[in-house]
């Protein structure tokens, strides 16, 4: 008996993972679209608060902090890392938990 199976190639459909290759996102559309998540501490002052989203980008009314405190950029994460970089912030020894720990004593 003929095999009745019919494949892809019989069928003339794309095949999947070659569709999803066609329609490549501008780098300028992924930044835009990058969400970032600040995974430390609530600062003095309310300029930056524990769990903040940023779409994009640090925004450009950060670049002050950040040029005080530049480790502040090690608690911002990509949200698909977040769980990942919490388990970092509560593992004593990481680069994560010491700098959570300097910034929640409110040192400049």
């Known amino acids: 008996m003929a ?26 559309q992924n930044e835009q679209t990058k969400q970032l998540i600040y995974v430390g501490p609530n600062l003095p002052g309310g300029r930056l608060s524990r769990f903040t989203v940023f779409m994009g980008s640090i ?19 990509p949200v698909e890392e977040l769980s990942r970089a919490l388990a970092r912030v509560n593992a004593p020894g990481t680069l994560e938990h010491s700098t959570f720990q300097y910034l929640s004593k409110g040192k400049e």
Not at 8 to 27: G, I, M, V, W, Y
Not at 60 to 67: M, N, R, T, V
């Open 3 to 28: 095999s009745n199976s019919i494949t892809n190639e019989d069928t003339k459909e794309p095949d999947k993972r070659t569709a999803k290759q066609e329609k490549p996102r501008s780098e300028a």
């Open 59 to 77: 925004p450009k009314h950060l670049d002050d902090l950040l040029e005080k405190q530049p480790e502040i950029e090690h608690l911002i994460v």
